[in-house]
């Protein structure tokens, strides 16, 4: 009884060990990008990038299909002391677009203020990625350590609520921004919510590039899908997702990575967008 008694002991204070570890190793900041660890340093195909729109090369990609994109889902809404990070009860899927798996699944909805990826070094308000595994993959972990991980970017816009009527989502996320102020808190949505309100109306325009994860660990092999058509919110909606707090306790003001070198990476168009003229920034305003 007794070995059996400190085999337990031990067996706790290894779990608690490993506990410690992972939480010390969370500790990062938007504030220290230079001080993050592993991959962030020495991985050579990093994001976010610049998105520059003279000379991409052109390639048809087919249209993305998607399940339970436009069906009202139950959601919960949490504060991890990074960004505001929403997920779903139901499976939600995703496939086609030129995504190597057949299937992928959503695993979570999240935001940076401002934009990460960059057009022509000109940074938008707000980002939003849409994080997705390959289906064949228990778990985003197992699809992280097998690059079976793609990411749906999302640049976004201010305008006026005249704009924004059929952007129901945001109103829900606002109204209850207060519930999440601090770290580690998660609440459930009081209304459910459509994922399409997160995306463009036309999703068949977008870049394609192979990045990383845009936080530690800044995981290389993520299969990154940034559309060039924008969405736009009100200031006030933007500015509620601000009043979360960081791990320090203050207002997270600013939540992006600055852009990381392309090394020599090919950035593709999807062939079916009309041509962009570098001189005049069109591309910019058709985002």
Avoid at 42 to 66: A, C, E, L, N, V
Avoid at 141 to 165: H, I, M, P, W
Avoid at 168 to 178: E, H, L, P, R, Y
Avoid at 220 to 236: A, K
């Amino acid at each position: 009884m007794f070995q059996w008694t400190v085999f337990c002991i031990n067996i706790i204070i290894v779990l608690l060990s490993t506990d410690v570890t992972k939480a010390q190793d969370g500790h990062w900041s938007f504030d220290d990008v230079e001080n993050w660890p592993r991959e962030c340093q020495t991985g050579k195909f990093q994001s976010p990038i610049d998105i520059g729109t003279g000379g991409m090369f052109k390639k048809y990609y087919p249209r993305f299909r998607s399940q339970n994109f436009y069906t009202y889902q139950s959601a919960t809404i949490g504060n991890n002391g990074h960004t505001v990070n929403i997920t779903f009860s139901n499976t939600i899927t995703v496939y086609g677009g030129g995504l190597p798996a057949p299937k992928y699944q959503l695993d979570n909805i999240h935001f940076h203020w401002r934009s990460e990826h960059t057009v022509n070094h000109y940074r938008y308000p707000l980002e939003i990625h849409l994080v997705l595994y390959d289906a064949q993959y228990p778990n985003f972990q197992e699809a992280l350590a097998n690059k079976g991980v793609a990411v749906l970017g999302v640049l976004v816009e201010e305008c006026s609520d005249y704009f924004n009527t059929w952007y129901n989502a945001w109103d829900v996320i606002k109204n209850q921004m207060s519930e999440i102020e601090k770290v580690g808190t998660i609440t459930q949505l009081n209304q459910r919510i459509l994922i399409s309100n997160f995306l463009p109306y036309n999703t068949r325009r977008f870049v394609r590039y192979s990045g990383s994860l845009t936080t530690p660990d800044c995981n290389e092999g993520i299969i990154w899908t940034v559309f060039t058509n924008t969405i736009c919110i009100p200031s006030h909606q933007l500015n509620a997702l601000k009043q979360i707090r960081g791990e320090d306790g203050k207002k997270l003001d600013s939540t992006y990575r600055p852009v990381q070198p392309l090394n020599g990476r090919i950035v593709t168009l999807s062939k079916n967008i009309f041509n962009f003229d570098a001189q005049t920034n069109w591309f910019k305003f058709i985002f």
